[in-house]
Nanobody
Framework: QVQLVESGGGLVQTGGSLRLSCAASGRSISSYGMGWFRQAPGKERVFVAAIIWSGSTTYYADSVKGRFTISRDNAKNTGYLQMNSLKPEDTAVYYC???????????????WGQGTQVTVSS
């Protein structure tokens, strides 16, 4: 089993930055893809970014391209989401996930964290 714990969320002003972390425990995730998803109040959970096991391929939702960067450190068993130029519409609970592929499809992920709140004030 893999346990995922997100951290780094908080309140930030429009244009600010945050760095989310996703620490894995239970087993190594070096062979897993990782993804970030978000869920705004009253809306469905949607894809944000993903990275394959090696880090050589990444995927981004159009809404965050050029502003967010996904990365990972397999030695630390941790994934990251650097979020720059934040907008109020980025406000959501952010979830990290791990699965065999590291793609935009939520059903492909086996393990999910509990989420961390990101609030962007205007």
């Amino acid at each position: 089993q893999v346990q995922l714990v997100e951290s780094g969320g908080g309140l930030v002003q429009t244009g600010g930055s945050l760095r989310l972390s996703c620490a894995a425990s239970g087993r190594s995730i070096s062979s897993y893809g990782m993804g970030w998803f978000r869920q705004a109040p009253g809306k469905e959970r949607v894809f944000v970014a993903a990275i394959i096991w090696s880090g050589s391929t990444t995927y981004y939702a159009d809404s965050v391209k050029g502003r967010f960067t996904i990365s990972r450190d397999n030695a630390k068993n941790t994934g990251y989401l650097q979020m720059n130029s934040l907008k109020p519409e980025d406000t959501a609970v952010y979830y990290c996930a791990a699965g065999p592929r590291g793609n935009p499809r939520a059903p492909d992920y086996n393990y999910w964290g509990q989420g961390t709140q990101v609030t962007v004030s205007s």
